[in-house]
């Protein structure tokens, strides 16, 4: 496995599809801030080496303003913008907590560039980090006044009222603090013509009668970066994702845009919203089509929206498509050569998801390249359902985004990977993968398993792992005061052919409008053997895989509470975990007997105080982990 280094030293243990509450909780720092429900990847270089982040701006959420916040000066003139950047390196947690029940451990460590950490006051929950001092990245201008989150007003009504009205500031910057904006984006609003036709537009009287709105005001709307883009090149599809990258100290947002054609001549069509079907998207993508059906795509401008005034840019990324051409000819100057992308955008281009989707479709059939074996099926692949949602749904396993070693240099790359099992069958038959670093960007790599071998697919990987004794007796433990999430299944290849899956197990206590995931368990499965731990260095020393690549987190006991935060330093010598030995029949039925009255008591609790409450559900604890001692 020493090839692997690369890929086991950046094992993903954040999934940014469950950690959005998380970033909340722990990160919003006001309620009228927010995340979007998923999370993006991004990678960064830290220590010299490339890491993969989960990756998110702070931004202003209209669907939070509560009472006197939402009323019309407050909710258009007051909280017009968001506050910084937030990422969080994704192959560690700030410790590893041994038990369900810990107050510490399991959550992410944050490196946030935002107007506290510039004034040197960091705020925030949770471990948080400068993002200068930490990754060299600083964001000139943390204020975000477009995103997809501030666009996502309920009723639709997503716009900003800017510009001095009067002697002092009154947009809500920091909680000592107020800003007037000063960026080139939006319109001008300060005769009143212009106010009497956006006050037609959105018929609302104030636009007129309110003294917020002045000769220097202006408007901010069409808010969400791929609308923007759309507007720009209404010839373009953009993505279903866009992510927030620093580039060049602005905060960007980064769009991919592809130019279509319904048909071909000797092309293949296909639909895009039935391509881009799975979990994270069941009605495939919800973003503007030119053409659902498509016999021809490519993703030929990459575009970026700045997230302080609104600025797009177009940029060429594939010089030789006739289509984006044939546009050019038609809008000139709209679209930017090739030569105007920095250095440090193009470290942050991802190989598009949809695009993928579309050719991991196309490839399931068209691999076989023999017209008989092509006619009668029998070799075709099929894109596996995603394991860890429920069985009712039936949804396409979506791509992920990883950190893992290059297939021809070993060194660790960021790619976007999937997997494909038989038509019909549940055995893994191949692995896809295309890199989006800009030496080999776009270059796919397709690794066929022998027809003579059966290796697991992600469903039979997941049902052995959950099936698992350990796992089945703690998940059943567990489930009475918390909310367990299974996260990505990441298929990884590794070991000269062989595929490690790698599964992160989130907890979330129940019933509590404050509770948010944090990670408790590691799930790995190699060779038919699974590894549970809670670290990836003891799960990965269960199946066989030495694991001094792996990332080292620092262990906090479940008990562990001190009130300093001291953290104590995991054990060295400690060996792997091995299976448990048979406990005391009699200790066994002691604690089980402990666990039914501390539920009995968790349950007479219900109507209580918070304070109650809350001791019943130490003293459940407190009776899980004697349980669990007994299997020591």
Not at 80 to 99: C, I, P
Not at 144 to 173: Q, S
Not at 494 to 511: A, C, F, H, N
Not at 608 to 620: C, I, N, P, V, W
């Amino acid at each position: 496995m020493a090839s692997d280094n690369a890929t086991i030293n950046n094992l993903r243990l954040l999934d940014p599809e469950i950690l959005s509450p998380t970033f909340t909780q722990m990160q919003q720092l006001k309620n009228f801030y927010g995340f979007p429900e998923t999370l993006s990847m991004d990678r960064y270089e830290i220590d010299g080496k490339k890491r993969d982040f989960v990756v998110a701006a702070r931004e202003l959420d209209p669907n939070e303003l509560r009472e006197n916040q939402s009323d019309w000066i407050n909710r258009h003139t007051v909280y017009t913008h968001g506050n910084g950047f937030v990422a969080a390196q994704a192959n560690k947690v700030d410790e590893v907590a041994r038990d369900a029940g810990s107050a510490r451990g399991g959550f992410p460590i944050f490196t946030v560039s935002d107007l506290q950490t510039q004034a040197g006051e960091a705020e925030g929950e949770g471990e948080t980090q400068d993002a200068e001092k930490s990754l060299g990245i600083k964001v000139d201008q943390p204020r975000i006044y477009y995103g997809p989150v501030i666009a996502g007003a309920a009723d639709g009504m997503d716009y900003a009222i800017t510009g001095k009205t009067g002697d002092n500031p009154v947009e809500y910057d920091t909680d000592s603090s107020t800003y007037t904006y000063d960026g080139k984006g939006g319109v001008g609003i300060g005769n009143i013509f212009d106010r009497t036709m956006y006050a037609a537009k959105y018929r609302e009287l104030n636009f007129l009668l309110s003294d917020r709105v002045g000769s220097e005001s202006k408007l901010l709307y069409d808010r969400d970066p791929r609308e923007r883009v759309e507007k720009v090149a209404p010839w373009l599809t953009t993505d279903s994702a866009t992510y927030p990258a620093v580039v060049d100290g602005r905060l960007k947002w980064i769009v991919d845009g592809y130019t279509t054609l319904e048909s071909l001549p000797y092309s293949q069509r296909a639909s895009l919203s039935d391509a881009t079907q799975d979990t994270l998207n069941p009605d495939g993508t919800t973003q503007r089509l030119v053409n659902d059906k498509v016999g021809y795509i490519r993703n030929s401008v990459k575009a970026t929206v700045d997230a302080y005034d609104g600025t797009v840019d177009l940029y060429e990324f594939d010089k030789n498509d006739p289509v984006l051409k044939a546009w050019e000819g038609v809008f000139p100057d709209v679209v930017k050569p090739e030569a105007e992308i920095s250095d440090e955008l193009r470290e942050h281009f991802r190989y598009p998801e949809d695009m993928f989707k579309v050719q991991r479709d196309l490839l399931a059939r068209y691999h076989v390249d023999d017209p008989n074996v092509f006619f009668n099926n029998d070799a075709f692949w099929s894109v596996p359902n995603d394991p860890t949602a429920e069985e009712s749904r039936q949804l396409n396993q979506p791509p992920y985004y990883v950190m893992a070693a290059d297939p021809e240099t070993g060194k660790p790359t960021f790619q976007l990977t999937t997997s494909y099992r038989g038509l019909n069958r549940e055995f893994l038959s191949a692995h896809m993968a295309v890199s989006s670093e800009p030496e080999n960007y776009g270059d796919i790599t397709v690794r066929v398993l022998p027809t003579n071998t059966q290796t697991q697919g992600p469903k039979q990987a997941q049902d052995a792992m959950m099936s698992s004794d350990q796992v089945a007796r703690d998940r059943t433990l567990w489930e009475g005061t918390n909310d367990l999430h299974n996260g990505n299944l990441l298929a990884l290849p590794v070991g000269g052919g062989e595929i490690l899956y790698l599964e992160p197990i989130y907890s979330q206590r129940k019933d509590q409008a404050s509770a948010f995931p944090k990670l408790l368990r590691v799930l790995v499965s190699y060779k038919g053997r699974v590894g549970y731990a809670p670290t990836i260095g003891d799960a990965l020393e269960q199946v066989g895989i030495d694991a001094k690549a792996a990332q080292n987190i620092e262990e906090v006991d479940g008990e562990s509470e001190d009130k300093d935060g001291a953290k104590e330093e995991e054990n060295k010598d400690d060996k792997p975990s091995a299976p448990a030995s048979a406990p005391s029949s009699s200790d066994q039925a002691g604690a089980i007997d402990d666990i039914n009255k501390a539920l009995k008591g968790l349950e007479d609790a219900r109507d209580g105080s918070f304070e109650e409450y809350g001791r019943a559900l130490d003293e459940l604890d407190k009776a899980v982990e004697s349980y669990q001692s007994t299997e020591k």
